[in-house]
Nanobody, 128 residues
Framework: QVQLAESGGGWVQTGDSLTLSCAASGNTISGYAMGWFRQAPGQPPEKEREYVAAISFSGGSTDLADSVKGRFSIFRANAKNTLYLQMNSLKPEDTAVYYC?????????????????WGQGVLVNVSS
């Protein structure tokens, strides 16, 4: 089992950058595919979280949602047991709670239901 804790969120303005971190504990993440998802404020809990980015367990493959391509990047430091999301050129529509997730036995995943473990989320608020 692995516990995930996101950090690095905050209040920023349009065009700013932020780097989110996801620190894992309880197990090494080197065998897990990892991903970032988000949920905009006010959405009902039962609504599926929006996919943002994913990375394979080795870090050799990455994938980004169309809405963030060219602005966000995902990378991991297995030696530090940490996942990152670099967010540049932030827009108000990026405002959301961002969640990191881990999936065992998967190369890379873009669907929320394939992930086994989730963090508590961190808020990113982008003002215009």
């Amino acid at each position: 089992q692995v516990q995930l804790a996101e950090s690095g969120g905050g209040w920023v303005q349009t065009g700013d950058s932020l780097t989110l971190s996801c620190a894992a504990s309880g197990n090494t993440i080197s065998g897990y595919a990892m991903g970032w998802f988000r949920q905009a404020p006010g959405q009902p809990p039962e609504k599926e979280r929006e996919y943002v980015a994913a990375i394979s367990f080795s870090g050799g493959s990455t994938d980004l949602a169309d809405s963030v391509k060219g602005r966000f990047s995902i990378f991991r430091a297995n030696a530090k047991n940490t996942l990152y999301l670099q967010m540049n050129s932030l827009k108000p529509e990026d405002t959301a709670v961002y969640y990191c997730a881990a999936a065992k036995g998967l190369t890379i995943g873009t669907k929320a239901f394939v992930y086994d473990y989730w963090g508590q989320g961190v808020l990113v608020n982008v003002s215009s």
